[in-house]
């Protein structure tokens, strides 16, 4: 028998994603789940996404097992390789100039926890990169400095700009969480944002 989830809980510290969700005018918080991000040995760049997602929200519901737990990664993918984050200028503008005129695909993972059950899926956006000036590089890392984003675009700010064309089935999943299918699984949890807010949902302590 199943208890009725407490509070909604977003496990990401990102910015970005804590300003989709409040897109959705549900209550929330957000717990960092602390997680070692490290790739497996020849690990895919969506089965990454994938098991990172269903990991982060797995080890936030540990501390609020009676909560509606949400767990979100993203890998973006060069030719089947995952893209990893540059770290610095220098790796930055060596990977925009890796991709200027290139497809990417961002492989957007999301998992929801509720009473121990298991709900996730992959969105994928295929982005078309512009081809690059290296005066355009240099300054759109002085702008957006995305030096801890793959595929050094950060899309939600100015590296929207980098891109010819994105083609998706969601167009939230770019800034990793895809409201479109997020919905979809909240309201298979009781927990549909265009219903009135359950009774049961409150804020949980810290």
Do not use: W
């Amino acid at each position: 028998m199943t208890t009725a989830p407490s509070s909604l809980i977003l496990a990401s510290s990102s910015k970005y994603r804590q300003e989709l969700l409040a897109r959705l005018k549900v209550p929330f918080i957000s717990v960092s789940p602390e997680l070692d991000e490290t790739p497996l040995s020849h690990e895919a760049p969506e089965q990454l996404a994938l098991r990172l997602a269903i990991a982060k929200a797995k080890r936030v519901a540990q501390s609020y097992p009676a909560s509606i737990v949400i767990g979100a990664d993203q890998v973006a993918s060069l030719h089947g390789k995952p893209l990893g984050k540059p770290g610095h200028a220098a790796g930055a503008r060596a990977q925009l100039q890796q991709l200027s005129g290139q497809t990417v695909t961002f492989f957007s993972a999301m998992a929801v926890v509720s009473n121990d059950q298991v709900q996730s899926i992959v969105v994928t956006t295929d982005c078309v990169y512009r081809t690059l000036s290296a005066a355009a590089i240099v300054r759109y890392l002085a702008i957006d400095l995305p030096f801890d984003t793959a595929g050094s675009a950060k899309a939600e700010c100015l590296g929207i700009a980098l891109m010819q064309s994105m083609h998706s089935s969601d167009p939230t999943a770019i800034i990793g969480l895809p409201l479109i299918e997020l919905t979809r699984m909240l309201a298979k949890v009781g927990l549909d944002p265009l219903e009135p807010p359950p009774l049961f949902l409150a804020i949980p302590h810290t």
